[in-house]
């Protein structure tokens, strides 16, 4: 991306972390080996802005996410309604279009992206039930205020994922009735690496029935496969829009659109905007979601080894 057309930033957030641009960005980084087949990625979003400080943004998200908000004052407009939240330990299923989510004053949040058909092992609810919605702990009968009383005020990041991480091996061990399908694991690689593939093709290419991965994908994504490949596709744009991306896959990312009203019109279709809009209004929520999952592809994808510095720091 050229100094012309840099993404608009929100000059009133202050982040610990941010991209070249100025970007905010979180901490995040791949869960311990043992947890690899049940979370994607673990991440502490810490950013200051002034009490009356109003952000409407928005989250477009291909996984499910145990988000836990410790600090500001929240609203998502879900296919639910509006949700409010403060302090409080969440479920947010996938998204199959932008989410829209307001944030007052400076905002804490930490978080667990799951693989899929983890919600499945784990006997929790049908993702399908849950695309564009969101459900707090206590609503699915899980320790809502144990969640919010781990994080200790004065520990780091670090320690904080290392809590979610023990967490998670006690929620997996008490929970888990199966194992993630591996089928699954195998299309979230297959559509990081490309989404411009055809679910017949990738059948093929997985061993599986056509008709058989439509079913699992349905199940662990909460949406059909050409609906999942599609929203990569569009999430791996949005990620270059934002200058989270590595840009030397820039041609090859616009590539995968037949010309730009092609780009335009899916491009609006799940973000309710155009990419020019895109660009020119602030986003640091999704931003800080789009960096988050753009370094878990590039490390599924092997452009980009654990710990590496990322091309937009």
Known sequence: MNRSNRPAVDRAIVSPNATRDGQPISYSRAPAPDLER?????????????????LDCGLLSDFACIRVQLQGHWHATTADGVKESKRAAMLFGPHSQRMPITVTGSFVSVGVFLRPGVCHALRGPEISTLTDRIATFTELSMPEQHWIDMFEPDASPEEWVQAMEREMRSLVAHRAVREPDPVSARFEAAAFADPTVTVGRLAEELG???????????????????????????????????????????????LRYYDQSHLIREFTALFGMSPRQFVERPQPLMTLGLETRQTRRL??????????IKPWE
Do not use: N
């Open 208 to 254: 599986v029935d056509q008709r058989r991965l439509e079913r699992i994908v349905r199940r662990d994504f909460g949406m059909p496969p050409k609906q999942v490949l599609r929203r990569a596709r569009a999430l791996d744009m949005a990620s270059h829009l934002r200058g989270v991306a590595d840009q030397a896959e820039a041609e090859a990312l616009a």
């Open 299 to 308: 490390e599924i994808i092997r452009r980009l080894a654990p710990g590496d």
């Open 38 to 54: 049940w979370v994607g990625r673990f991440y502490v979003t810490i950013v200051g802005a002034p009490p009356e400080h109003r």
